[in-house]
């Protein structure tokens, strides 16, 4: 999704001093009482944000999306149309989910129980969830991982990796700005290429290769 130029949204007087000035929350959108909101956050149309939410620097969230109660977005994060982000569900900084995927936070639900637990689902820095995926909960998607579209994640997908189908499946490492897959068996130092370099924000790059540098760091150690 992109903002053109006619259809800028604009932004509304500061309200409730914890909406940042360059926040743009388009009118239709309902941000109930104490949401933080951060800098140059865009929330479009028909969103419905509750209270205690926090929706850190740069995040965009797209048409119907909804966030739950105290639930936090890490900055730039872009969440698609029609996505509901429930209480357990928990998202780190420059992830990506795309349209009308789906969380859960309760894996066994009854209508008429009235004890039900929420059992938390992670997405960690850079993330990325393919549109209408369905995220089991439970699961933790690694950095700078990534589902396809249409997949139903019930286990755990490692930082740098793609899966994909129904279940998913591990197929492939990805690099970090998503362009490169390789076999399962190449080294990570290899995950960062001069196509990060080039389609990354410095921040984003930044972030990676520090990740990275620490999980060779680590594995060396061993
Ligand atoms: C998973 C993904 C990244 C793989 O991309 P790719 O490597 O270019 O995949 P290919 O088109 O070369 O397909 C490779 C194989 O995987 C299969 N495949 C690809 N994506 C799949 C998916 N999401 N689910 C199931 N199978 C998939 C293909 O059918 C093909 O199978 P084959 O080897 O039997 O012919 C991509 O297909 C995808 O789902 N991207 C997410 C798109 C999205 O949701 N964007 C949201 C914003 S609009
Ligand atoms: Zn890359």
Not at 73 to 102: D, L, M, R, W
């Amino acid at each position: 999704m992109s903002l053109s130029a006619k259809e800028k949204i604009k932004p509304l007087p500061l309200r409730r001093n914890q909406w940042h000035a360059t926040a743009q929350v388009h009118p239709s959108a309902y941000v109930e009482d104490s949401v933080s909101i951060g800098k140059d956050v865009r929330i479009w149309h028909f969103v419905h944000v509750r209270e205690k939410a926090k929706i850190e620097q740069g995040v965009t969230l797209g048409k119907g999306v909804f966030i739950d109660t105290k639930v936090s977005i890490g900055k730039f994060t872009k969440i698609q149309n029609g996505v509901s982000v429930y209480q357990g569900v928990h998202i780190s900084e420059y992830c990506f989910i795309g349209p009308h995927a789906i969380f859960t936070n309760d894996p066994t639900p009854r209508s008429y129980v009235k004890e039900w637990s929420i059992v938390p689902t992670y997405l960690k820095c850079g993330a990325s969830i393919g549109a209408g995926s369905i995220i089991r909960c439970g699961v933790t998607l690694g950095e700078f991982s990534m589902v396809g579209a249409g997949s139903v994640v019930t286990k755990d997908v490692p930082a740098f990796h793609l899966a994909f189908g129904l279940p998913a499946v591990v197929k492939k490492k990805i690099c970090a700005c998503g362009q490169s897959q390789f076999p399962l068996k190449t080294p990570m130092k290899l995950l960062l290429g001069s196509c990060c370099r080039k389609n990354l924000l410095k921040e984003m790059f930044d972030q990676a290769k520090q990740f990275l540098e620490l999980k060779i760091t680590k594995n060396s150690r061993k």
